[in-house]
T-cell receptor, first 112, second 112 residues
Framework: KQEVTQIPAALSVPEGENLVLNCSFT??????LQWFRQDPGKGLTSLLL?????REQTSGRLNASLDKSSGRSTLYIAASQPGDSATYLC???????????FGQGTRLTINP | DTEVTQTPKHLVMGMTNKKSLKCEQH?????MYWYKQKAKKPPELMFV???????INESVPSRFSPECPNSSLLNLHLHALQPEDSALYLC???????????FGPGTRLLVL
């Protein structure tokens, strides 16, 4: 059974810092890995999608990497801003199914 | 346009009521999903429709009844719900297979 773990569960940093959020998965049989952002009481916003054949994807100040062999993905946020405060979720799409398996999320707070 | 819309935004219902949640997308996606999310937890998959046919039912109680009238619309019919069914209900869509999932803003449901 695929399990996805996110570390840390919560993170608080001052504005301007570069930071890394971690995601690990137990089964390398994933089609892709998606990173989402969720603001309190809102839906999920898709940030980046990395296909299993890719190593990384970039969008603005965000960079996500995927290492299937080690079962890890990281989300790098450069020059963090208070508006980046949210919960960040990673989710792997299981091969042979249409199911996303989510991690528990990292609650990020950027302090002005 | 990468928008998934959901109505209503909020819903309060009694345990004997019948209500419906609606979801719509115009991205040409042929897979649509219902998720349930409790506070401080990741979304849990409920149902998947692929090409307007129910492909996954995650052992959801029969008081939740999904319907996919056409490729753009997804409904969730609710009947005789319990207070523990109170949650944020999220709709998502994607291309079937390995596509990126796009989520709607959700319906906040309170069962009294």
């Amino acid at each position: 059974k695929q399990e996805v773990t996110q570390i840390p569960a919560a993170l608080s940093v001052p504005e301007g810092e570069n930071l890394v959020l971690n995601c690990s998965f137990t089964d390398s049989a994933i089609y892709n890995l998606q990173w989402f952002r969720q603001d309190p009481g809102k839906g999920l916003t898709s940030l980046l999608l990395i296909q299993s054949s890719q190593r990384e994807q970039t969008s603005g100040r965000l960079n996500a990497s995927l290492d299937k062999s080690s079962g890890r993905s990281t989300l790098y946020i450069a020059a963090s801003q208070p508006g980046d405060s949210a919960t960040y979720l990673c989710a792997g799409l299981i091969q042979g199914a249409q199911k996303l398996v989510f991690g528990q999320g990292t609650r990020l707070t950027i302090n002005p | 346009d990468t928008e998934v819309t959901q109505t209503p935004k909020h819903l309060v219902m009694g345990m004997t009521n019948k209500k419906s949640l609606k979801c719509e997308q115009h991205m040409g996606h042929r897979a649509m999903y219902w998720y349930k999310q409790k506070a401080k937890k990741p979304p849990e998959l409920m149902f998947v429709y692929s090409y307007e046919k129910l492909s996954i039912n995650e052992s959801v109680p029969s008081r939740f009844s999904p319907e996919c009238p056409n490729s753009s619309l997804l409904n969730l019919h609710l009947h005789a719900l319990q207070p523990e069914d109170s949650a944020l209900y999220l709709c998502a869509s994607s291309q079937p297979g390995r596509g990126r999932q796009y989520f709607g803003p959700g319906t906040r449901l309170l069962v009294l």
